[in-house]
């Protein structure tokens, strides 16, 4: 038993303290949302007369299905063409050699280091104007937000898919070549499919990125029904001394769905590409 405990029980010791740590945020934010009071105190870990009440008073009292299906919407169309834009770009700097090849690199690295709220001034002026000749890429606007989105799609993730584009070998791009495929044929059949992994994790990462993002969609976004997650959930609490809590943890758990769910299904597409490249290696 002592051996087993100092060679192996030891980890699940660890795991479990690891769980405990994750879990206890997500319990606080759950016991939250069930308290009648609206607070974020409770003595117990079920509040006492506990209810679905915040639930019920988020989805009938306010615009949260609106601000759900905006965040959504907004968030999955922006992170399919940013991962889609990246990988265009790491397949024109993995494959081809062209003059200011390692400048732009060189510069899309640098860009990234300056976040894009820096420039917030500037953007609102030009939406100002483009809200004026062309409303529907202005402010409160899914399409308006999504370009402004668009504008910091390449950088890091380009950098990524790079890095994963020159691990594929050059010879089945050639072979591909020889056979009559053209430079879209190679692109779209050849390597999209070897490089679904890392296609995967940036269009993830660019998902969470942009369902949470508030500074920029608080500034852009002003109607209530245009507003997303982020920014309608902060209106609940922001400046109100009566501000109720347990309506916002309750939309905090409800804008997790999303999340989850597309962590779930490109989970399976991580695997079966990692389990793919094994094999075909």
Known sequence: MT???????????????????????????????????????????VPTGASLGNFGNLLGGTAFGDWFLNSVVIAATASAASVFLSALAAYAFSRRRFRGRRVGLLSLL??????????????????????????????????????????GALGVNTWLMKGFFDTVPRELDESATIDGAGHAQVFFRILLPLVAPILAVTGLLAFIGTINEFLIANVFLTDTGAKTLSVGL?????????????????????????????FQLLQRYITDGLTAGAVKG
């Open 3 to 45: 051996r087993w405990i100092r060679q192996v029980g030891w980890r699940h010791l660890v795991a479990v303290v690891m769980l405990v740590f994750a879990m206890v945020p997500i319990v606080f934010v759950f016991s939250a949302a069930l308290n009648p009071l609206g607070t974020l105190s409770s003595s117990t870990l």
């Open 110 to 151: 640098l860009i990234q280091m300056f976040p894009q709220f820096l420039a917030i001034v500037a953007i609102f002026l030009m939406f100002s104007v483009i809200t004026d000749y062309w409303p529907p890429l202005g402010f409160n606007t899914w399409w308006g937000l999504i370009l402004l989105y668009l504008g």
């Open 234 to 262: 902060w209106g609940l609490v922001a400046g109100e001394r009566d501000a109720n809590f347990g309506m916002f943890c309750a939309g905090t758990l409800l804008t997790a769905i999303p999340t989850v769910l597309v």
